[in-house]
């Protein structure tokens, strides 16, 4: 049973620059999760798609934006990539929206910034 | 909006001893309340979670953790630890009901000592 999968793993991008990330989820799973995870600190949850709709997002400016697919795979996007965008970004599936069954994280991708 | 606060950055425990992470949340309501760990270069693996019932909840790899609402704790046990549990260790909370997005702390680290 497949879990989580994260692409890429590790990527390094110029300031400015655009990057997707790309999510597939745990088998059975409908709902993507994207977080940010700065070096020496917790994950910060970005966004969260469910029926390929954003329905809840944190803090982040809209250089953030994702999409979630029929399959329910997803991806992230950063434009206009700056320095502090340097991060772990983790997936993490669940399935369904009205009962807590818990996520499922992957390994995350990790974005430098140069 | 809630928050986590995890005291302890880092944590050193000799193979054998037992183990206690604190963890304390702030919310209005009872929350949803996770625990964590992340090995080096990994993504999060869920320890154990409590929802509601029984204030004690036991988890994988032998932890256990315990809910106490009058201290807004819920700290993360383990009788005797082993070299394999060394890693990072997050707390997180959720919102009532749903897969909501998680508030997490900012980690404690734990090293075993031979």
């Known amino acids: 049973d497949a879990g989580v999968t994260q692409s890429p793993t590790h990527l390094i991008k110029t300031r400015g620059q655009q990057v997707t990330l790309r999510c597939s989820p745990k088998?059975?799973?409908?709902?993507v999760s994207w977080y940010q995870q700065a070096l020496g600190q917790g994950p910060q949850f970005i966004f969260q798609?469910?029926?390929?709709?954003?329905?809840q997002r944190g803090n982040f400016p809209d250089r953030f934006s994702g999409h979630q697919f029929p399959n329910y795979s997803s991806e992230l996007n950063v434009n206009a990539l700056l320095l502090g965008d340097s991060a772990l970004y983790l997936c993490?599936?669940?399935?369904?929206?009205?009962?807590?069954?818990?996520?499922?994280f992957g390994s995350g991708t990790r974005l430098t910034v140069v | 909006a809630q928050s986590v606060t995890q005291p302890d950055i880092h944590i050193t425990v000799s193979e054998g001893a037992s183990l206690e992470l604190r963890c304390n949340y702030s919310?209005?309501?009872?929350?949803?309340l996770f625990w964590y760990v992340q090995s080096p270069g990994q993504g999060l693996q869920l320890l154990l979670k409590?929802?509601?019932?029984?204030?004690l909840v036991q988890g994988i790899k032998g932890f256990e953790a315990e809910f106490k609402r009058s201290q807004s704790s819920f700290n993360l046990r383990k009788p005797s630890v082993h070299w394999s549990d060394a890693a990072e260790y997050f707390c997180?909370?959720?919102?009532?009901?749903?897969?909501?997005?998680?508030?997490f702390g900012t980690g404690t680290r734990l090293t075993i000592i031979p």
């Open positions: 088998s059975g799973h409908d709902t």
């Open positions: 409590y929802f509601s019932g029984d204030t």
């Open positions: 997180a909370v959720g919102l009532n009901f749903g897969n909501e997005k998680l508030t």
């Open positions: 798609y469910y029926e390929e709709e954003e329905r």
């Open positions: 919310y209005g309501a009872t929350p949803y």
């Open positions: 993490a599936s669940s399935l369904g929206v009205t009962e807590n069954y818990g996520y499922t």
